[in-house]
């Protein structure tokens, strides 16, 4: 990157390290960590939205919807998560071949499930087979947030349950009193005063989210930890410059990045907690207010 | 080739007893079984050991984070802090890294060589980083519980002239338990949960002995068919779950028995701590 890294004679010290660390290869390093960074922004609001929608179901009054918002949230309460992730990407990628298989080529004949293939036919292939690689990565990188939204959905969908079911009864009985509709009742009073009984879980989840994030790794995405143990690693693809195995220091610098992540989330988390609970009728609501007062 | 014949070549698999070779073609439903069950025994010693261990290193750390010495409690706080602030796949992976590093011929104290390389297997090295991870979580459950001891409980004990250790044996450390053991419970499966970790991250499998996971995806790689495979898991985790909410609920009620039925605290699984 820097032209004076072109002279082998000045590469010693500190300016070799320099030189070093700003390698192509390791800005592409540096660009997964947007990537890493992306897959939160993205999923964030995708899964409090799954999660929503999945403790209304578990809330509904009609039994067939109810069973299904209680399955979705019950989901992930036996069986590891990591198996969502692994059983997923392959599914839904499948899934959707299926799909376009059935819509593009009525007439094949051929079963898809043969012995040990999927075979669809090949305008069914998402994406297509001569798009560019480019495509294939984003395809896969959608995949990954998608897995991790269904799966973070419903993990959130059971702290909003929990979340509703916080809400003082008094409160909704009140507003029906007067007069005010189911849905006036959920979106004026039940949903405005839920969050400060979410947030605790959700700040939860948030650090969990940033947690799962090598899990991107197991997907196939080529996030920080492909990167880290590619250019670490002594005999890899992305050897470019001879050296021992140093994917101990990446690790390590991995792990100094999600601490930070970690504590500034803590940081941020805990005023907006006392942001929210400004007026509540909590136990913090009514410590601000005393002494304020 | 029957059932009964796959069970006893494969039962025992994940500890190298058995056949060598793994199926590799015509997979039946008996196979997926067997094997991935028979991962299971990973699953299980690893949760076991980890928790068995760790809670009384979590026990120890609790009390050091509760200790006015700093000395004592910022170690414990920067140790939990490290533990589950960052995620336990990197610190398979770090573990991993530092582990193999180790010299291969062995490490010389006092003239004598100790042998260091099993450090790097899975059975020793994930069993290590499981453990850390697991004192750091339960430490802060234990932490949390320790600060909510009723302060009427330690007033009464102080009226009795019990104190010190004699306090903290019989009166502190017996409420702390009751109060965390719902969220200990918690913990204990998502550790369990955890394990399923091991063989994806750094830790290879030696000579294909791997957990209920790593056979699975085994399967899939094979049949490209995940709709078999991994409701296997599913299915021998969730029996798995059930056995340990058993096993907890039963020492719950065994902790509350003095109160009366109202005010007992009951196991609720809450899934808030994959790490």
Redesign the interface.
């Known amino acids: 990157m820097f032209s004076s890294c072109a002279d082998p004679s000045t590469l010693q010290g500190l300016n070799w390290l320099m030189c070093y660390l700003t390698t192509g290869k390791h800005l592409d390093f540096y660009w997964s960590f947007v990537t890493v960074l992306t897959l939160l922004a993205v999923t964030a609001p995708v899964a409090l939205a799954f999660g929503f929608g999945g403790a209304m179901l578990a809330r509904s009054h009609h039994l067939v919807l109810r069973i299904i918002g209680k399955g979705y949230t019950a989901m992930?309460?036996?069986?590891?998560?990591?198996?969502f992730f692994?059983?997923f990407v392959?599914?839904l990628d499948?899934g959707i071949e299926w799909v376009m298989h059935q819509a593009r080529c009525p007439d094949w004949t051929d079963p898809i499930?043969n012995g040990?293939?999927?075979r669809v036919c090949p305008q069914a292939k998402v994406p297509p087979n001569s798009a560019a690689q480019v495509w294939h990565s984003v395809y896969g990188f959608a995949l990954a947030v998608v897995t991790f939204a269904l799966v973070f959905g419903a993990?959130a969908a059971?702290v909003i349950y929990g979340a509703m079911q916080a809400v003082p009864r008094a409160q909704l009985e009140t507003a029906e009193a007067y007069g005010m509709s189911q849905g006036q009742v959920f979106r004026r009073v039940l949903v405005p005063q839920m969050w400060i009984y979410a947030l605790p879980?959700l700040s939860?989840?948030w650090l969990?989210l940033?947690?799962?994030?090598?899990?991107l790794?197991?997907l196939g995405v080529q996030d920080i930890?492909y990167w880290?143990?590619e250019l670490?690693g002594a005999k890899t693809s992305a050897f470019s410059y001879p050296h021992p195995?140093w994917?101990?220091y990446y690790?390590?610098g991995?792990?100094v990045f999600?601490?930070l992540m970690?504590?500034i989330s803590e940081v941020f988390l805990t005023r907006l907690q006392n942001r929210l609970s400004h007026g509540q009728a909590t136990a913090a609501g009514e410590a601000q207010r005393k002494a304020a007062a | 080739m029957s059932c009964l014949q796959t069970i006893a070549d494969y039962g025992l698999r994940s500890m190298g007893i058995g056949e060598r070779l793994l199926p590799r073609a015509d997979f039946t439903l008996c196979q997926q079984f067997t094997l991935i069950g028979s991962g299971m025994i990973w699953n299980i010693y690893f949760g076991v050991l980890a928790l068995l261990f760790g809670f009384f290193f979590a026990n120890a750390l609790a009390l050091a984070k509760a200790a006015r010495n700093p000395l004592a409690r910022k170690p414990a706080e920067w140790f939990i802090f490290v533990f589950r602030g960052s995620p336990l796949f990197i610190q398979f992976f770090l573990a991993y890294e530092a582990l193999v590093l180790l010299p291969r011929n062995g490490i010389e104290i006092f003239g004598i060589t100790a042998e260091v390389s099993w450090l790097s297997r899975a059975w020793a090295g994930a069993l290590i980083v499981l453990f850390l991870n697991t004192a750091a979580y339960s430490a802060e459950i234990f932490y949390g519980a320790l600060r909510s001891v009723p302060k009427g409980d330690l007033e009464a004990a102080e009226a009795y002239g019990i104190t010190g250790w004699n306090r903290f044996r019989r009166v502190e450390w017996p409420t702390m338990m009751r109060l965390a053991w719902p969220s200990y419970t918690n913990e204990a499966i998502f550790l369990f949960h955890a394990t399923t970790l091991v063989f994806f991250s750094g830790f290879p499998a030696f000579r294909q002995e791997g957990d209920a996971l790593y056979y699975a995806s085994y399967f899939v790689d094979k049949t490209f068919n995940p709709f078999v495979p991994y409701p296997i898991v599913a299915f021998y985790f969730v029996i798995l779950t059930l056995a340990l909410t058993g096993v907890f609920g039963a020492i719950n009620r065994r902790l509350n028995r003095h109160l009366p039925s109202n005010e007992r605290s009951r196991v609720k699984l809450r899934p808030q701590i994959i790490r």
């Open positions: 992930v309460r036996g069986v590891p998560d990591i198996v692994l059983f392959i599914a499948q499930r040990l293939e999927f993990f059971n879980g939860n989840l969990i940033i947690k799962a994030t090598p899990l790794f197991l930890v880290a143990r670490g195995d994917r101990l690790f390590l991995l792990l999600y601490l970690t504590r």
